[in-house]
């Protein structure tokens, strides 16, 4: 197969695709609480509705689905093919040398939260459908861009779009890496609570300890407050405390003050919780300094005992007993990414651990989380699962596998290799119609990505993903047969 015409149409559209891409960059899309007709907060329906606003101004039709998605569409018939992008974000956290709901474009590169998760993506799948629509009169199948809101906390806006609309015929997300991902692991949000057996600490008479906003995300801070008594133990626990912290490299004392109040915060890396290695655990951190500067404080809570020991800097579940491996689909993993404890001084406050287990396609799904359990409750702790999407897996031969491999091969001229990932992307909501395919070229390091400070994407990659998407619009277009 060759590359086919409307392929590079795309290119004549790259000042406009950086221009949109910083521009929805600088819409600030992560979930906040809902509003009326806004499920997913304000700042995820602006970016919807920008996005509908700037298909219709390429002359699409745009449909909204009461903030939970929206799709832009082009072409007639009751089939459609389609590709799944997301607006939402997860928030920036630190470490940033750009704003990062600025938009920045630098040496080549767009820098931004989104810009390679997935808005510059987004943009360029819109224009891929311009550049079809400018090379042909009309595609033999109706072609859908749809636009999800929710794809980073649980993809709950697909439960709700196609619940209301039909599956595609075929489709793909272009939201994790070339050339085609054909499976990708099973997902569990797993929560780990306390059952309030939480005792007072010798060294504090109050502490509360917090790290980490969502699961699926590597934490890079985590706070310890504690409020020192005047007593002689406490006083020593105190001296001893700020005497560890200062010659710590990656903790800062936020506040000291002469009521006893000490509040510190460790400092980690962002990464994404589907590879928790990319990251450095802000939370994993801080639970390794108490257990040096703090050790009875951390044991009066069977919840940060357990994290530590079981848990830890250890991305692949060893300690836990749910380490698995498939030579093709790789190993199980962990991500420790939400934890919060405390002593109020007369209680407990409520504990919990939020974890991101992601388990290979050969793996038993039931048995990872009942062994994770029976782990949880031989130290006393409650668990469950909050979230949980079983595998995804398309066979080498199907039909969209094979025109999906076309399209790579012709533009790029090289075999379409198939991939498995540890990612969750909407091809999980695809009901076997869909694979992850784009946007990212594996070995082109050209900056941080996805979840990380200074997210980057290459306007020059962007643009060969788009000759990529269009050629790949235009084989699914084409009628079977």
Wanted: hydrophobic share 40%; glycine share 12%; net charge negative.
């Amino acid at each position: 197969m060759k590359e086919v015409w409307p392929a590079r149409t795309i290119l004549k559209y790259e000042t406009d695709i950086v221009e949109e891409a910083l521009r929805l960059i600088a819409i600030r899309s992560v979930k906040g609480p809902a509003e009326p007709g806004k499920p997913y907060g304000a700042g995820v329906d602006r970016a919807l509705q920008y996005m509908l606003s700037l298909g219709e101004r390429l002359g699409f039709r745009s449909t909204n689905l009461d903030g939970y998605a929206g799709h832009i569409e082009f072409g007639e018939g009751d089939e459609y093919v389609g590709v799944l992008v997301h607006l939402d974000t997860v928030d920036a956290g630190d470490g940033w040398t750009v704003d990062p709901f600025g938009g920045v474009v630098r040496d080549g590169l767009l820098i931004g939260r989104g810009a390679s998760d997935n808005k510059g993506p987004a943009v360029v799948a819109l224009y891929a459908l311009a550049a079809l629509r400018d090379a042909i009169l009309m595609p033999e199948t109706k072609i859908r861009i749809i636009l999800g809101t929710d794809e980073e906390s649980g993809m709950s806006d697909m439960d709700y779009y196609f619940a209301k609309e039909p599956p595609p015929k075929y489709a793909f997300a272009p939201d994790a890496a070339y050339p085609i991902i054909h499976a990708e692991k099973g997902y569990y949000v797993l929560t780990v609570r306390g059952r309030g057996d939480e005792r007072p600490s010798r060294e504090a008479a109050s502490w509360r300890l917090a790290g980490g906003d969502a699961a699926n995300v590597v934490p890079d801070r985590c706070s310890l407050e504690l409020r020192f008594d005047g007593g002689q133990f406490q006083r020593h626990a105190r001296e001893r405390l700020l005497a560890a912290a200062a010659t710590h490299p990656h903790v800062a004392v936020e506040r000291e003050s002469s009521e006893g109040h000490v509040r510190l915060s460790m400092r980690g890396k962002l990464g994404h919780g589907s590879y928790p290695p990319s990251g450095i655990n802000a939370v994993a951190r801080m639970l390794e300094f108490m257990a040096d500067a703090l050790p009875d404080t951390l044991a009066s809570s069977p919840l940060l005992a357990f994290v530590h020991s079981r848990i830890g800097h250890e991305a692949f579940g060893e300690t836990l007993g749910l380490a698995a491996a498939d030579p093709t689909h790789g190993r199980l993993t962990v991500n420790l990414g939400v934890m919060k404890a405390g002593w109020d001084g007369e209680q407990a406050e409520p504990a919990y651990a939020a974890l991101n287990v992601r388990y290979p396609v050969t793996s038993d799904g039931a048995a990872v989380f009942d062994a994770f359990r029976s782990r949880c409750e031989s130290h006393g702790l409650q668990a469950a699962v909050e979230r949980h999407m079983p595998p995804l897996y398309v066979p080498e031969s199907h039909p969209l596998l094979v025109k999906l491999g076309g399209a790579y091969e012709a533009v790029m001229e090289e075999p379409a290799k198939l991939l498995s990932i540890g990612g969750g992307t909407y091809a999980r909501k695809l009901q076997g119609r869909g694979v992850a395919f784009g946007a990212g070229f594996p070995g082109r390091n050209h900056g941080p990505g996805a979840h990380q400070p200074d997210e980057t994407a290459s306007i020059a990659d962007l643009m060969l993903h788009g000759r990529i998407c269009t050629q790949a619009l235009y084989e699914l277009q084409r009628r079977d047969g």
